[in-house]
């Protein structure tokens, strides 16, 4: 049974960069579809980035262009690159994991996935 652990979060200042990674304490996040949700205080969780088991990319429009995610099969974690972040981009960001084989990302919703990290939280503030 797969089970995520995020790492990398913190407190920096708007236009800032930062991190996260997404691994597995058991198990194994290569080849799995891996998605990256964010909550912000009061709001409802929101997927921000995907990487497919066959390495197919996507990003919310919100972020496009200044967001990165990336597989390091090497050290089994799935990275996400936040560049420039902006202040109401605060909040707790979770990986979760879609198990079954998928060209693209089909799944939008967190709980539709099969395994989830806890999360780690990230500030941006000045």
């Known amino acids: 049974q797969v089970q995520l652990v995020e790492s990398g979060g913190g407190s920096v200042r708007p236009g800032e960069s930062l991190i996260l990674s997404c691994g597995a304490s058991?198990?194994?996040?290569?080849?799995?579809?891996i998605g990256w949700f964010r909550q912000a205080p009061g709001k409802a969780r929101e997927r921000v980035a995907c990487i497919s088991g066959e390495e197919f990319t996507l990003s919310a429009d919100s972020v496009t262009g200044r967001l990165s995610v990336s597989r390091d099969h090497a050290r089994n974690l799935v990275h996400l690159e936040l560049n420039n972040l902006k202040a109401q981009e605060s909040g707790a960001y979770y990986c979760?994991?879609?198990?079954?084989?998928?060209?693209?990302?089909?799944?939008?919703?967190?709980?539709?996935?099969?395994?989830w990290g806890r999360g780690t939280q990230v500030t941006v503030t000045s």
């Open positions: 058991e198990g194994t996040v290569d080849y799995y579809t």
């Open positions: 979760a994991a879609d198990l079954e084989p998928a060209i693209h990302c089909p799944r939008t919703d967190f709980s539709d996935h099969s395994a």
